[in-house]
Protein backbone atom coordinates (compact mmCIF):
# COMPACT_ATOMS: atom_id res chain seq x y z
CA UNK A 1 0.00 0.00 0.00
CA UNK A 2 0.67 3.51 -0.58
CA UNK A 3 0.16 7.10 0.11
CA UNK A 4 1.02 10.49 -0.13
CA UNK A 5 0.88 13.41 2.42
CA UNK A 6 0.77 17.00 0.95
CA UNK A 7 1.35 19.55 3.87
CA UNK A 8 -0.82 22.75 3.91
CA UNK A 9 -3.58 22.83 0.93
CA UNK A 10 -2.78 26.70 0.17
CA UNK A 11 0.93 28.22 0.20
CA UNK A 12 1.34 32.16 -0.75
CA UNK A 13 4.61 33.36 -1.28
CA UNK A 14 5.28 36.88 -2.57
CA UNK A 15 6.87 37.28 -6.36
CA UNK A 16 10.63 36.56 -6.49
CA UNK A 17 10.43 33.73 -2.91
CA UNK A 18 11.33 30.53 -2.10
CA UNK A 19 9.18 28.03 -3.20
CA UNK A 20 8.57 25.01 -1.35
CA UNK A 21 6.13 22.65 -1.48
CA UNK A 22 6.03 19.57 0.92
CA UNK A 23 5.42 16.02 0.55
CA UNK A 24 5.47 12.95 2.43
CA UNK A 25 4.93 9.29 1.29
CA UNK A 26 4.45 5.46 2.49
CA UNK A 27 5.24 2.91 0.43
CA UNK A 28 5.85 -0.38 0.96
CA UNK A 29 8.79 -0.84 -2.31
CA UNK A 30 11.32 1.32 -3.14
CA UNK A 31 8.32 4.07 -4.42
CA UNK A 32 8.53 6.06 -7.63
CA UNK A 33 7.79 10.13 -7.21
CA UNK A 34 6.04 12.42 -9.31
CA UNK A 35 5.18 16.10 -9.31
CA UNK A 36 2.40 17.30 -11.17
CA UNK A 37 1.48 20.92 -12.10
CA UNK A 38 -2.19 21.81 -13.16
CA UNK A 39 -3.40 25.41 -14.20
CA UNK A 40 -6.58 26.35 -14.03
CA UNK A 41 -8.86 24.62 -16.43
CA UNK A 42 -6.69 22.42 -17.47
CA UNK A 43 -4.86 18.88 -16.84
CA UNK A 44 -2.07 17.61 -14.84
CA UNK A 45 1.43 18.41 -16.25
CA UNK A 46 4.37 16.37 -15.57
CA UNK A 47 7.11 18.60 -13.79
CA UNK A 48 9.52 16.26 -12.66
CA UNK A 49 10.12 12.50 -11.57
CA UNK A 50 12.49 10.24 -9.21
CA UNK A 51 13.21 7.40 -10.23
CA UNK A 52 16.36 5.60 -9.03
CA UNK A 53 19.90 7.31 -9.12
CA UNK A 54 20.51 10.57 -8.13
CA UNK A 55 18.08 11.76 -5.27
CA UNK A 56 17.78 15.46 -6.53
CA UNK A 57 15.88 15.85 -10.08
CA UNK A 58 15.33 18.87 -11.85
CA UNK A 59 12.27 19.55 -13.88
CA UNK A 60 10.83 21.98 -15.94
CA UNK A 61 10.21 25.65 -15.20
CA UNK A 62 13.23 25.70 -12.55
CA UNK A 63 11.59 23.49 -10.22
CA UNK A 64 13.09 20.64 -8.18
CA UNK A 65 13.11 18.28 -5.75
CA UNK A 66 14.82 15.94 -3.30
CA UNK A 67 14.21 12.33 -2.39
CA UNK A 68 14.97 11.95 1.19
CA UNK A 69 14.62 8.33 2.07
CA UNK A 70 15.12 8.42 5.44
CA UNK A 71 12.54 11.52 6.09
CA UNK A 72 10.37 9.27 3.37
CA UNK A 73 9.94 13.41 1.78
CA UNK A 74 9.74 14.47 -2.16
CA UNK A 75 9.75 18.25 -1.37
CA UNK A 76 9.22 20.79 -4.10
CA UNK A 77 11.11 24.42 -4.78
CA UNK A 78 11.98 26.96 -6.63
CA UNK A 79 14.18 29.56 -5.68
CA UNK A 80 12.29 32.20 -7.22
CA UNK A 81 9.15 32.34 -7.44
CA UNK A 82 7.21 34.11 -10.63
CA UNK A 83 3.94 35.20 -11.01
CA UNK A 84 2.98 32.40 -13.75
CA UNK A 85 4.16 29.90 -11.26
CA UNK A 86 0.13 30.02 -9.51
CA UNK A 87 -1.78 26.92 -9.93
CA UNK A 88 -2.28 23.75 -8.11
CA UNK A 89 0.61 20.78 -7.59
CA UNK A 90 -0.05 17.07 -6.95
CA UNK A 91 2.75 14.98 -5.55
CA UNK A 92 2.06 11.38 -6.26
CA UNK A 93 3.75 7.96 -5.70
CA UNK A 94 4.12 4.67 -7.60
CA UNK A 95 4.89 1.62 -5.84
CA UNK A 96 7.31 -1.05 -7.11
CA UNK A 97 5.65 -3.15 -10.24
CA UNK A 98 2.60 -1.00 -9.63
CA UNK A 99 1.13 1.42 -12.49
CA UNK A 100 -1.48 2.95 -10.48
CA UNK A 101 -0.64 6.23 -9.49
CA UNK A 102 -1.54 7.37 -5.16
CA UNK A 103 -1.97 11.12 -5.55
CA UNK A 104 -1.76 13.93 -2.42
CA UNK A 105 -4.96 15.98 -2.57
CA UNK A 106 -2.64 18.82 -3.69
CA UNK A 107 -1.38 22.39 -2.62
CA UNK A 108 -2.32 25.49 -3.90
CA UNK A 109 0.63 27.89 -4.49
CA UNK A 110 -0.79 31.87 -4.76
CA UNK A 111 1.68 34.08 -5.97
CA UNK A 112 1.25 37.80 -5.14
CA UNK A 113 2.87 40.52 -6.96
CA UNK B 1 0.89 16.25 -31.53
CA UNK B 2 -3.13 15.65 -29.79
CA UNK B 3 -1.75 13.28 -27.15
CA UNK B 4 -5.07 12.75 -24.33
CA UNK B 5 -8.39 14.39 -25.74
CA UNK B 6 -11.43 13.80 -23.86
CA UNK B 7 -15.05 14.79 -25.31
CA UNK B 8 -16.85 16.68 -24.51
CA UNK B 9 -15.26 19.47 -22.41
CA UNK B 10 -18.42 20.05 -20.45
CA UNK B 11 -21.76 18.52 -19.87
CA UNK B 12 -25.04 19.71 -17.76
CA UNK B 13 -27.41 16.15 -16.96
CA UNK B 14 -30.42 15.64 -15.12
CA UNK B 15 -30.81 13.19 -12.77
CA UNK B 16 -30.94 9.39 -13.94
CA UNK B 17 -29.45 10.47 -17.48
CA UNK B 18 -27.02 8.62 -18.80
CA UNK B 19 -23.79 9.40 -20.97
CA UNK B 20 -20.42 8.12 -21.91
CA UNK B 21 -17.17 10.65 -21.81
CA UNK B 22 -14.64 9.47 -24.64
CA UNK B 23 -10.94 9.54 -24.49
CA UNK B 24 -8.58 9.05 -27.19
CA UNK B 25 -4.81 9.05 -26.85
CA UNK B 26 -2.57 8.68 -29.66
CA UNK B 27 0.53 7.89 -28.39
CA UNK B 28 0.07 3.87 -28.24
CA UNK B 29 0.05 3.62 -24.57
CA UNK B 30 -0.54 0.56 -23.14
CA UNK B 31 -2.77 1.49 -19.57
CA UNK B 32 -5.74 4.23 -19.87
CA UNK B 33 -7.50 5.51 -16.46
CA UNK B 34 -10.42 6.76 -15.64
CA UNK B 35 -10.00 9.74 -12.55
CA UNK B 36 -12.23 11.99 -10.87
CA UNK B 37 -11.25 15.30 -9.59
CA UNK B 38 -13.19 16.82 -6.66
CA UNK B 39 -12.17 20.05 -4.38
CA UNK B 40 -9.70 18.64 -1.65
CA UNK B 41 -9.46 15.37 -2.19
CA UNK B 42 -7.37 15.20 -4.95
CA UNK B 43 -7.86 12.72 -8.03
CA UNK B 44 -9.35 9.57 -7.16
CA UNK B 45 -8.89 6.70 -9.68
CA UNK B 46 -12.32 5.46 -10.94
CA UNK B 47 -11.57 2.44 -13.38
CA UNK B 48 -8.85 1.49 -15.08
CA UNK B 49 -7.03 -0.51 -18.54
CA UNK B 50 -3.87 -2.14 -18.69
CA UNK B 51 -4.91 -3.17 -22.55
CA UNK B 52 -7.57 -3.89 -25.17
CA UNK B 53 -9.99 -5.26 -24.13
CA UNK B 54 -9.51 -5.39 -20.37
CA UNK B 55 -10.94 -2.92 -17.48
CA UNK B 56 -10.43 -3.19 -13.82
CA UNK B 57 -11.79 -1.15 -10.99
CA UNK B 58 -10.46 1.42 -9.33
CA UNK B 59 -10.55 2.99 -5.53
CA UNK B 60 -13.91 5.07 -6.63
CA UNK B 61 -15.92 2.75 -9.43
CA UNK B 62 -19.43 2.61 -8.12
CA UNK B 63 -21.95 4.20 -10.44
CA UNK B 64 -19.78 3.85 -13.70
CA UNK B 65 -18.57 1.90 -16.38
CA UNK B 66 -16.01 1.59 -18.36
CA UNK B 67 -15.20 -0.42 -22.11
CA UNK B 68 -12.09 -0.49 -24.08
CA UNK B 69 -12.47 -2.07 -27.09
CA UNK B 70 -9.75 -0.12 -28.76
CA UNK B 71 -6.34 0.47 -27.46
CA UNK B 72 -6.70 3.97 -28.55
CA UNK B 73 -9.92 4.70 -26.71
CA UNK B 74 -11.38 4.29 -23.16
CA UNK B 75 -14.99 5.21 -22.45
CA UNK B 76 -16.29 5.96 -19.14
CA UNK B 77 -20.02 5.40 -18.82
CA UNK B 78 -22.77 6.55 -16.47
CA UNK B 79 -25.76 4.76 -16.30
CA UNK B 80 -28.36 6.61 -14.22
CA UNK B 81 -26.35 10.08 -13.39
CA UNK B 82 -26.36 11.19 -10.09
CA UNK B 83 -26.02 14.63 -7.65
CA UNK B 84 -22.84 12.79 -6.25
CA UNK B 85 -21.21 12.25 -9.36
CA UNK B 86 -20.84 16.07 -10.85
CA UNK B 87 -17.03 16.56 -11.19
CA UNK B 88 -14.37 16.82 -13.69
CA UNK B 89 -13.32 13.53 -14.82
CA UNK B 90 -9.96 13.09 -16.26
CA UNK B 91 -8.49 10.51 -18.61
CA UNK B 92 -4.74 9.29 -18.79
CA UNK B 93 -2.52 7.23 -20.04
CA UNK B 94 0.75 5.44 -20.00
CA UNK B 95 3.29 3.34 -21.76
CA UNK B 96 4.92 0.05 -21.09
CA UNK B 97 5.40 -2.04 -17.83
CA UNK B 98 7.98 0.00 -15.98
CA UNK B 99 6.67 2.18 -13.31
CA UNK B 100 8.80 4.86 -13.74
CA UNK B 101 6.70 6.33 -17.01
CA UNK B 102 4.64 9.11 -15.96
CA UNK B 103 0.77 9.01 -16.90
CA UNK B 104 -0.40 12.06 -19.69
CA UNK B 105 -3.49 13.85 -18.53
CA UNK B 106 -6.00 15.04 -21.15
CA UNK B 107 -7.51 18.65 -20.40
CA UNK B 108 -10.83 16.81 -18.59
CA UNK B 109 -14.34 16.86 -19.02
CA UNK B 110 -16.46 18.85 -16.02
CA UNK B 111 -19.72 17.54 -15.78
CA UNK B 112 -22.90 18.75 -13.57
CA UNK B 113 -25.71 16.35 -12.91
CA UNK B 114 -28.76 18.39 -11.58
Known amino acids: AQSVTQLGSHVSVSEGALVLLRCNYS??????LFWYVQYPNQGLQLLLK??????LVKGINGFEAEFKKSETSFHLTKPSAHMSDAAEYFCAVRGGSNYKLTFGKGTLLTVNP | NAGVTQTPKFRVLKTGQSMTLLCAQDMNHEYMYWYRQDPGMGLRLIHYSVGEGTTAKGEVPDGYNVSRLKKQNFLLGLESAAPSQTSVYFCASSSGTASNQPQHFGDGTRLSIL
Open chain 1, 50 to 55: YTTGAT
Open chain 1, 27 to 32: SSVPPY
